[in-house]
């Protein structure tokens, strides 16, 4: 599985991004996705993951109410809307996947994208 985030970029506090994240894979739909975040001298984090129905999905508290997963499963893709951004949520977001339910834990995960980067100003 091969993974290209994308969508990042220079906000100012209180405006939106919308991050993607493309998957090369045969069977999108057996696989969780999550959105992690690492900001510089801390360790990555995560921030949301989703299953292929959207049944199975959460966010870490942090960014509840202001940041929504979604996906796109003709297109192998998973959405990460960000509402509300707040110079806090300065990071470089990973997308990354793992064969059955999604999880909060990265060491779950097997494959990662190359990340993207969010800077928000104040």
């Known amino acids: 599985v091969q993974l290209q985030a994308s969508g990042g970029g220079l906000v100012q506090a209180g405006r939106s991004l919308r991050l993607s994240c493309e998957a090369s894979?045969?069977?999108?739909?057996?696989?969780?996705i999550g959105w992690f975040r690492q900001a510089p001298g801390t360790e990555r984090k995560f921030v949301a993951a989703n299953n292929w129905s959207g049944a199975s999905t959460f966010y870490a508290d942090s960014v509840k109410g202001r940041f929504t997963i979604s996906r796109d499963n003709a297109k192998n893709t998973v959405y990460l809307q960000m509402n509300n951004l707040k110079p806090d949520d300065t990071a470089v977001y990973y997308c990354?996947?793992?064969?059955?339910?999604?999880?909060?834990?990265?060491?779950?995960?097997?494959?990662w994208g190359q990340g993207t980067q969010v800077t928000v100003s104040s």
């Open positions: 894979v045969g069977a999108f739909v057996n696989y969780g």
């Open positions: 990354a996947a793992r064969y059955g339910p999604p999880s909060r834990d990265a060491r779950g995960y097997t494959n």
